[in-house]
């Protein structure tokens, strides 16, 4: 049973942004008012990246070009780590809630 | 990451599946030319094709985005071949392709005519020797302009680190492979082939973009095909208009021509 509070999802995602940004990430501070674009720098093919290692760990529940395709163009330039979180813990919680 | 293995290179796909749709129709994603990735489409449409029912596959071409970068096979032939061993087995399927991946879409339908259920091409053309001698101009370009190390500082004051890496990786791409001499060199697709395409068609056009002068001969090689033109818009139509981009693509959809 994989954890989805909001602590271990908060560590499980920087364990993975850690992977997906490889060597840009190594001593990039992560926070949950990090934006991906202006402060961790990632371009587009790395969130891509970042949604299909979410999807492996937390399994089709979580679904980021849903999550992105519900935002309008801006909100996803200043998307936050945080926002993923919430989303994923929201995600899990409900996926969870199914009979 | 999901790689598959095709040609001897690794190609980077995402596939997204509708849930609760038995037998889902497959629409395959194709971007553009050395400094596009799947992430166009994927922020863009990938999603809203789910919602409506399709299955979606997404693939970084060879050489570009998280897929493999041989030194040499960057020939028209080369990126259809690897579509080609990627779909086989599979039933037919609708291709979009934003620029240069629109050419691919319909160099893979002049071979498999049978294959493909519809193509949407976002500002782009089918592979005639006029439009490859336009992506050659591009291409030359493209190389000029990321060769000189002042554009690459420049990008970086502009878009940050990662920014720079994106642009510096466009400059090895035509450094490092065979692209910018083989894909000007491409064998192309005969203009009867290009006219045995007989599946629904449709081509989005910015007007600020020269692209669209392409739309006079596409309307001849395809005279099924539907042509929509944005007011104002330029050659980045699919991500700066998502939304507009989106409703044309959905309205086509529904509108039944497309099978």
Redesign the interface.
Known sequence: MIPVDTPSVTAEVNRILQAVLGDFGADMPISPDSTFRDDLGMESIDVVALAGRLQARYGAGVNLAQFVASLDVDSVRELRVGQLVDHIVLSMNRADGRP | ??TVRVNDIDLHV?E??P?GVADPPTVVLLHGLATD????W??TM???L??LGYRVL?L?LRGH??SQRPALGYALDDFVDDLDALLAGREKVTIMGNSFGGTVAFAYAARHPEKVAGIVSVESSPPTPVWFARLTSRLSDLANAVARPRALVAVGARR????A??AQDAARLLAETSLREELPASRLPARARLEAITCPVLCLYGDRSHVVEMAPETQRLLPQAALRVFAGQKHSLLIDQ?EDVRAAITTWLRGGSHA
Do not use: I, K
């Not at chain 2, 990735?37 to 166009?40: L, N, R």
């Not at chain 2, 940050?160 to 920014?163: Q, V």
């Open positions: 990451m999901t995402q997204l599946t849930t990735s799947m992430a166009s994927y922020f990938a999603y809203p789910v919602e997404l970084d985005g998280r940050g680190a990662r920014g890496q994106r998502p």
